[in-house]
């Protein structure tokens, strides 16, 4: 299962920048990969690490702007077409026997 998390943020004012800069430290310590811009994503191992994820997520949201989030399993994941451009080194293909979650 994956956790994508999708924000637009304000970033003109200082304090703006600041929380943008929060948010996204957090989002980097808490286990996510950025897919694109403003578009990150982690591995879950069921319900139970959504529902901890969630509530991280909840705790640590900026005080302005547009945050939102997608839980898809890794079928729905491996589906997903890149129309334009390169694969990001975290996006190389492993099988299941590859992966191991903790």
Do not use: W
Request: proline share 4%; hydrophobic share 45%.
């Amino acid at each position: 299962m994956r956790l994508l998390v999708f924000f637009d943020l304000p970033v003109v004012t200082k304090a703006e920048r600041h929380a943008y800069t929060v948010f996204r430290r957090f989002l980097l310590n808490d286990g996510y990969d950025m897919i694109q811009f403003s578009v990150y994503g982690r591995m879950l191992n069921g319900n139970d690490a959504l529902e901890k994820h969630m509530k991280r997520l909840i705790d640590n949201l900026p005080p302005d702007g547009s945050v939102r989030c997608l839980s898809v399993t890794e079928k729905q994941f491996a589906n997903m077409k890149l129309l334009v451009g390169m694969p990001l080194f975290q996006e190389k293909k492993v099988n299941s026997q590859q992966m191991l979650l903790f």
